[in-house]
């Protein structure tokens, strides 16, 4: 295959539709990577503002993670779960529960956030059903909102496009709505939105049948669905109290939070009196070098499930040698060089800056989001928040100038701009200060070159 002949990945197709078209532009041809940096076979070298789709934790082509790579591969890259223990990851498994502390000792590892997904969804059935609960199977989401897309991920997805097609093969879960802080229904308050949105989760649970919710999930720092969106921090203890009392597990989605990339290691820490009962994580657990994904949960819960029998799942992959060491090695090399505290650091940084950058950018209307994972909503008018129309096709304008000047963005545009537009600040957390300062050089150029092509 040629590179100008397609696989079957063009972006912007309807499955895709957290993803702005490049349209009409061909994607350079990744050639290597080396820390926050990539560079095409053409030679030329971008800087990665987003860690891909906020994958890339660690940067490219880290030492001591491709020593740990070649050394498990040299031992045994695969082993079936069924006839052997495997000690990465029992390694990995202690690791994990370790950091996420009390309540998360058990650790059950996949190869990525859709199916981390589907496993929290069926751990917590399982769960229901042992414990004589058979009634509940309703899980709850926010709308708008990503969980992945596999068909059970997509029954929690918000998203009413994919909805639109993918209804007939699949049992749409019930939606509530997340609480937006830059543009809230009738402009009101985000603190009063807030509390409206905690309010509409327990209308719904009242509304479906308490008792046939299993579970509600939600990302407690937003992914790409709604730009790193942060609600105020009573949203969190409403929605946790909620849960509890109507006996609906809480999942929090950390596949693009967790991992350190807030500054703790699960966002979830953020909000001590909101604890879920189950999390996932993936993307930035194993930071690009393998797929990898795990969900998290209590040995109560997990031993309630043995007890019953065993928990009905796997894939062939699951727990593989192989990525369980480079997830491992990854995780390894966030603790021993403290990326987690640079995040914070870093991060908050970056906020700064994204907020200068807003005070003088005419286009800049909302800056969001906690440690490295950040995000800027573009806009036509500040005062209105009026986005630009969709014929202008901002954001992937805005990801191809980027391109041409060597920074990487990762962006969505909501049909007709129903939610608003936004780039994604997710450099990886060994972003240093002189970086910050390139990544917000770059940015600045590349939204007033298309400032000053769209006014
Ligand atoms: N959950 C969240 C919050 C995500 O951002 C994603 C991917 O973007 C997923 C789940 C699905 O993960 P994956 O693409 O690894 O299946």
Redesign the pocket.
């Known amino acids: 295959m040629t590179a100008t002949e397609s696989p079957f990945s063009e972006r912007g197709g309807p499955i895709q539709v957290f993803y702005a078209p490049l349209d009409a532009t061909r994607r350079p041809m990744i050639s290597h990577a080396e820390g926050i940096y990539m560079w095409d076979t053409a030679g030329k070298r971008y800087l990665d503002a987003t860690s891909g ?2 994958v890339s934790n660690i940067g490219h082509g880290n030492k001591a993670v491709l020593a740990a790579m070649a050394e498990q591969a040299g031992k045994v890259c695969y082993a079936s779960r069924a006839l052997f223990e495997n000690e990465a990851n029992i390694a990995l498994a202690e690791r994990v529960a370790g950091l996420a502390g009390p309540g998360f000792e058990r650790v059950f590892v996949v190869s ?4 981390a ?1 589907e496993a929290a969804i069926k751990l917590a059935r399982q769960y229901a059903v042992a414990k004589g609960e058979a009634g509940r199977w309703k899980v709850l989401a926010r709308n708008p909102g ?4 596999t068909l059970g ?1 997509a029954a929690v997805t918000g998203d009413p496009e994919t909805d639109a097609v993918f209804e007939p093969v699949m049992r749409i879960m019930p939606r509530v709505p997340a609480p937006f802080t830059y543009r809230t229904p009738g402009n009101i308050d985000a603190d009063t939105h807030a509390r409206d949105c905690a309010q509409a989760l327990e209308t719904a649970i009242l509304e479906e049948g308490p008792d046939s919710v299993l579970a509600f999930i939600m ?1 407690p720092v937003g ?2 669905a709604t730009g790193a969106l942060v609600a105020p921090d009573h949203y969190y203890t409403a929605v946790r109290e909620i849960c509890t009392r109507h006996g609906v597990l809480l999942i929090f ?1 950390e ?2 939070s967790g991992a350190g990339r807030t500054g703790r290691f699960l966002a979830a820490e953020h909000w001590p009196d909101a604890r879920p009962d189950m999390v ?1 994580l ?2 930035g657990v194993a930071a690009g070098y393998t797929p990898l ?1 795990m969900v998290l949960a209590s040995r109560g819960m997990v031993q309630t499930v043995v007890d019953a029998g065993g928990f009905m799942h796997g894939h062939t992959y699951s727990a593989n040698p192989l990525s369980c060491a480079i997830g491992d090695a990854v995780l390894r090399e966030v603790m021993e060089n403290d990326l987690i505290g640079n995040a914070a650091r870093m991060g908050a940084l970056l906020g700064e800056r994204l907020q200068a950058l807003a005070a003088q950018s005419g286009i800049v209307g909302d800056v969001r989001g906690l440690g490295l994972l950040r995000a800027i909503e573009i806009v036509a008018d500040k005062t209105t928040k009026t986005p630009f129309p969709p014929s202008r096709k901002t954001i992937a304008r805005i990801v191809q100038i980027g391109l041409e000047k060597g920074l990487l963005l990762y962006s969505r545009s909501t049909a007709g701009g129903r939610y608003g537009e936004w780039l994604m600040m997710t450099p990886p957390l060994t972003l240093t200060e002189p970086q910050l300062d390139e990544m917000m050089a770059l940015l600045t150029e590349v939204l007033s070159t298309f400032e000053a092509e769209a006014r």
Request: hydrophobic letters at 30%; zero cysteines.
């Open positions: 789709p906020v990525g956030g859709s199916e997904t990503y969980h992945g897309a991920a990302e992914g790409l989605d596949v693009m996932t993936a993307k994904g």
